[in-house]
């Protein structure tokens, strides 16, 4: 065992399989005490069951760890309280709270019903505020702790997945927010964009240059977490097998102004696309690339 987290307590939601499990088993191996939370559903949100939960703890402890589980709902308010209170009550204090539970429910958005949007947003965005904003409360006391929320590279945007996409960048925005919100009290928030095989990639309808394996994720986690990385606050990192890479901080690009009477939709037709502009869409370009090789009946690459 390792002792990057040695002393710290850990809460893992979405930590039954896949990226989660992974992060829950990493943050074991380095010292941590871990709170696994699953509420055990299906991609598709439904069929819970505690036992993916109760699963990996018997692993951490099998390995000499120290673990409880947590089938609770991320998506009430209840159940992210109920992990916090957890780590807690069962380990007197909470140093991190990883948030990677997710579900998708995939449709084009002329299609989408609220059925399909709301369970998605409520599980990714509002399951990461609820623990978020426990966390946050016990971390606050304390002036020190880590949140780091999950986001993916669809938080640009995707063609059928408009819940999952608009989840993924409140969640950037979620962070960016605690980051700020909590400097002045010792505590950090980052967001994790992981490409890994999961249930939830195995769908994805191309073949991704960059894909690695849920635990290429977790040592990057366990960093984030560890004394080693007080001082980064506020980052989105991408994780994908061998490659870590930073996101840019949103900024403006350009921008003009009216002179003299304020603008009128003739001066910006005039002025605008000469001097303001736009910022091309990289995945627009995959998507004519996606459809040009679905007439061909080839995978494209992105």
Same mark, same amino acid.
């Given at each position: ?29 380095? &010292? ?19 036992? $993916?939960?109760?699963?990996? $703890? ?20 209840? &159940? ?30 002329? *299609? ?36 780091? &929320? ?150 494209? *690459?992105?």
């Amino acid at each position: 065992m390792g002792d990057f987290l040695t002393g710290k307590v850990i809460a893992i939601t979405g930590a039954g399989r896949g990226i989660g499990r992974a992060v829950a088993l990493a943050c074991a191996a380095e &010292g941590a005490k871990v709170v696994v939370n699953d509420h055990g559903v299906s991609i598709e949100g439904g069929e819970p069951t505690s036992e $993916v939960a109760a699963a990996v $703890v018997k692993e951490i402890e099998a390995a000499g760890g120290d673990a409880v589980a947590v089938a609770d709902d991320v998506a009430t308010m209840s &159940g992210g309280a109920r992990i916090v209170a957890t780590a807690v009550e069962t380990y007197g204090r909470i140093d991190g709270a990883v948030c990677v539970a997710g579900i998708l429910r995939e449709r084009m958005l002329f *299609n989408m019903t609220e059925q399909e949007w709301d369970p998605v947003v409520a599980t990714h965005l509002k399951g990461t505020f609820t623990v978020f904003r426990a966390a946050s409360a016990v971390m606050r006391q304390q002036r020190s702790g880590t949140l780091i &929320g999950f986001t993916s590279g669809n938080h640009q945007g995707s063609a059928s997945q408009a819940n999952y996409s608009a989840a993924k960048g409140g969640i950037i925005s979620l962070v960016r927010s605690a980051a700020l919100g909590l400097h002045k009290y010792g505590v950090t928030a980052n967001c994790v964009a992981p490409i890994a095989r999961t249930r939830m990639s195995a769908n994805v309808p191309m073949e991704l240059k960059e894909m690695g394996e849920p635990e290429d994720v977790a040592p990057f986690v366990v960093y984030l977490l560890s004394d080693r990385a007080r001082d980064i606050t506020g980052q989105v990192y991408t994780v994908a097998g061998p490659k870590i890479a930073v996101w840019a901080q949103p900024r403006e690009l350009r921008a003009a102004y009216a002179e003299g009477g304020g603008w009128t939709p003739q001066r910006i037709a005039d002025l605008l696309p000469g001097t303001v502009g736009t910022d091309p869409m990289p995945l627009l370009a995959q998507l004519d690339a996606m459809r040009r090789a679905a007439a061909t009946g080839d995978r494209p *690459n992105a």
